[in-house]
């Protein structure tokens, strides 16, 4: 599942993946097991995603904070965090 919050901007290309691929049993082809969930993604409001940025399955990202282009998050963030990289990391606070 993917919520979007209120006055969220979203710049183009980037990616949401909320569900990942099942892939451990090796006698089944990965197409054909299926897929889960960590329990989606949920992005407060007031969010900047910039260009080409990668948003993972189970993260939150957290009210006002900015998502620098072309990072890819891969744990939730606290509110007003600016992050930027691979693996975003905090670089700053609103």
């Not at 089944?28 to 897929?35: A, C, E, F, L």
């Not at 889960?36 to 407060?44: L, R, Y």
């Amino acid at each position: 599942m993917l919520t979007i919050g209120r006055n969220c901007l979203i710049a183009p290309r980037v990616s949401i993946f909320a569900s990942n691929h099942q892939y451990r049993d090796r006698n089944v082809d990965i197409r054909n097991q299926g897929t889960f969930s960590k329990g989606g993604i949920k992005i407060a409001d007031d969010v900047w995603i910039g260009t080409g940025a990668i948003i993972l399955d189970g993260v939150q990202i957290g009210e006002g904070c900015v998502v620098g282009a072309g990072s890819v998050v891969t744990k939730s963030l606290p509110d007003y965090a600016i992050v930027a990289g691979n693996p975003a990391t905090i670089i700053a606070r609103r």
